[in-house]
């Protein structure tokens, strides 16, 4: 095919040998495939700031580390060299989090770098060895969709301990090769200890998921993972392997306020009824 404006730079350079089609166009950036010596790899080429959406919205920001003070005061004041900088800590952040989860075991596309705003990523491919599908893309067996829901559950929680959270995920964002469901699409990634929205996010992450998965196994649906998840992550108990229920024990916790309270009053009524009682005697 016509190489792509943007993908020149890296052919002249000899990262990659040849573009063999685009992927998808999406929302934010386009896919392609390209041939790097005999290997096929994809390419993410990401919009430009202005063609972007909600991704690049200051909630997603806070937390992440800026290379300087220089840097952070620009980007705080909006000038234009704080505006390049905001675009390229906000670009890089994709493939920073795609080592970082590699590192940590979790399935996402192998990073092999970033190049004049290119990432270059594994190309995720089904049986046949063509893109893989979404989640979205597929009809699923209850018995499929209550197993992809588990280990979905399992690499949120493996992500959430090596401190991220994707803050977009859904049936789009997850492919399914061979090996099952893995997780794509990271530069909105959130750093999960510095971000004020943190558990807010994780817990729209987690319900995407089960509303997704409920439609073919409907008692997904009443599960609370999120909150469940982030209970521990807060008291810093979490590890990759912690295991979860789906029942958030907060819920117990209520249920105790809820008991308390009901004592109080029993005991407020008696006092009361004893009161009573003396200004009866008192007549
Ligand atoms: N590593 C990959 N392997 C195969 N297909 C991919 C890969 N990364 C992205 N895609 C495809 O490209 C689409 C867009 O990529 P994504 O990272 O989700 O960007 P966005 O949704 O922001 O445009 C995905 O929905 C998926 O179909
Ligand atoms: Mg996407």
Redesign the pocket.
Known sequence: MKIPKRLSPLIEDGIIDEVVGE??S????Q?YVVRCGDELR?A?VYKDANNRSFKQAVQYQEGRSVKNSRTARAIGKRTRFGQKEAEASWISAEVDALYKLTAAGVRV?KPFGFFDGVLI????VDADGN??P?LNDLSLETGVAREYHQILIRQIVRMLASGIIHGDLSE??V?VDAGGPVI??LPQAVNAGGNNSASMMLDRDVRNMAEYFGAFAPELLATEYGKEIWAVYEQGKLTPDTEFTGVFRGNQLEANVGGVLAAIKDARLEHEEKILKKTEWGR
């Open positions: 992927v998808k999406g929302k934010e950036a896919v994809c993410k596309p990523m594994e190309l995720i893109p893989a979404r789009f964002n492919l794509i699409d």
